[in-house]
Every structure is written in C-alpha cells, then in structure tokens.
C-alpha cells in the first residue's frame, strides 16, 4: 500500500500528463468546462465519479483496460445493470484522477507498474 502511495504521488507531480478535467476542476481554474446540457466530443463520455457524482470525459476507448473493466464492475455491483441515466463510477475521485493520469503517462500499456499497482489495490478493495 505504501508502494502505491508513493507511485501515485510521483504520478501526480508530474508534468507529463494531459487529461480532460472534471468540470469542477476545470471550472476552478478558469477555463471553459463542459457544460452538463453541452455535448461531449466525439468517441468520448461522461462518467459520474465517487459521492461527489463528479463530471468527468473520458475517451471510449478506455473502457476496455483492465483498470475501467474492475470500476465498471464495480458500478454494477453497487448500482445494478438496470441503472437509468448516468454512467457512475464508485470510487473517490482522488484515485480516479489517478488513474487517467496513470494511463495518460504510461498510454494506457497494462505492464506499467503504476497501473499494475492501481490494479491491485482495485482488486483488493473491490472483494
């Protein structure tokens, strides 16, 4: 565990990463966010994140990593396969946002050991 909060902290100094923000995130640091009636870019789709319910767009193309397959697993343990609306994502948006980050630096290749870590402790706390 000490291992993970330590690679997550290095992931979250860097520079290296570009991710589409959270509206609220992006909202605090005075750029235009997504609207919530605003339409999401091609190929992309909102997530709603932790308690918080937390906006954030994310590529489709994510979905299908091994990281996303546990969250949405996840989701429909907690929420049912028969959720109207919104996709929701029970974890904290802290660890969500390091997640993006992890597969924005390492391109989303599953053999980094940032994304094997994050991937481990998923699979502890989601038993």
């Not at 909060?5 to 640091?29: F, P």
């Not at 005075?30 to 994310?58: A, D, I, T, W």
């Not at 609306?85 to 597969?103: D, K, M, S, T, W």
Request: proline content about 4%; overall charge positive.
């Amino acid at each position: 565990m000490k291992s993970l909060i330590r690679r997550l902290a290095r992931v979250a100094d860097s520079t290296q990463y570009h991710l589409l923000r959270s509206e609220l995130r992006t909202r605090r640091r005075g750029s235009v966010p997504f609207r919530k009636n605003s339409g999401v870019p091609e190929g992309h789709l909102p997530v709603y994140v932790g308690e918080e319910m937390e906006r954030f767009v994310v590529s489709a193309e994510l979905l299908n990593h091994p990281i996303f397959v546990k969250l949405l697993n996840k989701s429909a343990q907690e929420y049912g396969y028969e959720q109207k609306g919104v996709l929701r994502i029970p974890c904290h948006v802290f660890l969500f946002e390091r997640v993006l980050e992890a597969l924005s630096i390492n391109g989303g290749v599953s053999d980094s050991s940032d994304l094997q870590d994050i991937l481990s402790y998923l699979s502890d706390e989601f038993r």
